[in-house]
């Protein structure tokens, strides 16, 4: 059975929320000679914040593969696919920021970035625990999912702040 993850909602609402927080004012301060371009390459911009933060994962009795979109493709992001049997052992890195990352290693020497922003990630990491033998009890969220949170309600407050001003 084909199991298929998308990428967290909060991600997505923050990055996009985040875009119009910093962009919205544009087409309304540019000058009268660029307010059809600003508004066309603003909407352009959401197109592409939507559209990169639309990647996900599919798994399957045999395999998991991560599938990127056309733009992600585009900015170097590739698609992958790996057959569970293929997975050596998951390791860790840690990041700037404190937290870690994962890599699914296989035989061949390659590796692989575990997708930590999934939805249903809990079940994500029992189907990667039960097709592999490898436990995944400390693998988690590369960020707690309460910043992503944290990143939209400060973009929206923007956004109204924006709003008020622009009306006053």
Known sequence: MIEKFKTLFVVKSSLSSLYLALTI???FISIEQLKIPSIIIFALGLYLIINITSDYV????????YKSSFISKFLGK???EISWK???????LPTSQGSKVYYFN???GDNFLVPQRVENFEKFLLIVTTNTGIATDEISYISPLWTYKLLTLLSVLMIIGELIAFLD
């Open 25 to 27: 004012p544009l087409p």
């Open 58 to 65: 599919e798994t399957c009795s045999d395999k998991i593969s």
């Open 78 to 80: 590739k698609n992958w």
């Open 86 to 92: 293929d997975i050596k052992l998951i390791k860790s």
């Open 106 to 108: 296989t035989f061949q």
